[in-house]
């Protein structure tokens, strides 16, 4: 029987078991066979505070992991098959083993959709981004594009133009589907040009190792051009790694959890923090600070059941 089980490892996870760790709870922390994050496929982190020349992702991720630890959180790699949070205790399976739980901190994060071709993974971090607040810095005066149509893409699209030349707006319709106000703004905007019905069928160059331009075909025409930029921003929206939890907990339409007060959930004992329950920042440090308040909640809701409350498990 746990106290405390956390799910998923980015910031959130990380942070939830270094203060449940420090509360004595002694945490499990199920890190996925793929651990770290989002953070794992990014190079340099310049906007992290405490690291004022910056840190590379693998490394930030890296680091957390060994002060969670450090402090008694303990760790089991692989992928979670199955909850049941029908009732308390909590179970939570893997294809190993199946654990139960007093309490569960959520942090399986959102993963950035994106168009689906080899280059753009292979220069993921070294040109290629899916976030503009991250990494808008080291395009200053750079030329670079951004994929997609929606509020997002328009916000990261403007706020790019802080620092880029200019940027492209690749769009596969011949309008944008942003809010009224935000097409708006950012088709006046002298900084911003569009390309319109058109998708990415290329990014160059993965042999530089670099991004030096885009292919983009027009789908009305058929016809390919080559873009001259040296960045790729894909802004086609983020997918909640929630399909363990459907029907399970009270989701919104896309598929986020739905947070009802701080990190609490529609189910007492289960707690959200980072992307899984935010589409609005979806920052390593706003990540950070929620797994620090699902921690403290998740201490706090043990610390209101009955003192010498007793749970069993049968065995089979």
């Known amino acids: 029987m746990r106290q405390v089980i956390i799910i998923g490892s980015g910031p959130a996870g ?3 078991g270094l203060y449940a760790a420090r509360a004595n709870l002694k945490p499990l922390l199920i ?6 994050g989002q953070l794992m496929m990014t190079t340099a982190v310049e906007n992290y505070p ?6 590379m992702g693998p490394e930030l991720m890296a680091t957390m992991r060994a002060q ?3 402090f008694g959180t303990d760790f089991s790699r692989g992928d979670v098959t199955n909850v049941d949070l029908s009732g308390s205790p909590f179970s939570v399976s893997t294809a190993d083993e199946t654990y139960h739980t007093r309490s569960l901190i959520i942090s399986t994060g959102a993963s950035a959709r994106l ?3 080899s280059s753009e993974r ?3 971090g070294h040109g290629v981004s899916t976030c503009a607040t991250c990494d808008g810095y080291f395009f200053r005066e750079k030329p670079i594009a951004v994929v997609g149509g929606g509020d997002t893409a328009m916000e990261e699209a403007i ?3 802080k620092f880029a030349s200019r940027v492209s707006v690749i769009h596969r319709r011949a309008e944008l589907r942003a809010s009224q106000i935000m097409q708006e703004k950012a088709l006046a905007n002298p ?3 569009f390309e319109w019905n058109s998708v990415v069928d290329e990014v160059r160059d993965v042999d530089q190792g670099v991004v030096t331009g885009v292919v983009v075909r027009n789908v009305t025409t058929g016809e390919s051009k080559t873009l001259d930029v040296e960045g790729l921003f894909v802004a086609i929206g983020h997918t909640p790694n929630t399909g363990l939890f459907v029907d399970k907990l009270a989701l919104d339409t896309n598929g986020y959890i739905v947070p009802k007060g701080g990190s609490r959930t529609s189910i007492p004992g289960v707690f959200a923090a980072g992307d899984v329950q935010d589409h609005t920042y979806r920052q390593a440090i706003t990540a950070a600070g929620s797994g620090c308040m699902a921690a403290i909640d998740a201490e706090r809701y043990l610390e209101s059941l009955p003192e010498h409350q007793e749970d069993t498990v049968e065995t089979p």
Request: aromatic share 6%; glycine share 16%; net charge negative.
């Open 122 to 124: 292979e220069l993921m």
């Open 191 to 193: 900084k911003l040009s």
């Open 14 to 16: 990380l942070t939830a």
């Open 31 to 36: 890190e996925g066979l793929e651990s770290g």
């Open 50 to 55: 405490g690291f004022k020349d910056g840190i």
């Open 68 to 70: 969670s630890e450090r």
């Open 115 to 117: 168009l689906g071709l």
């Open 159 to 161: 706020f790019l133009t």
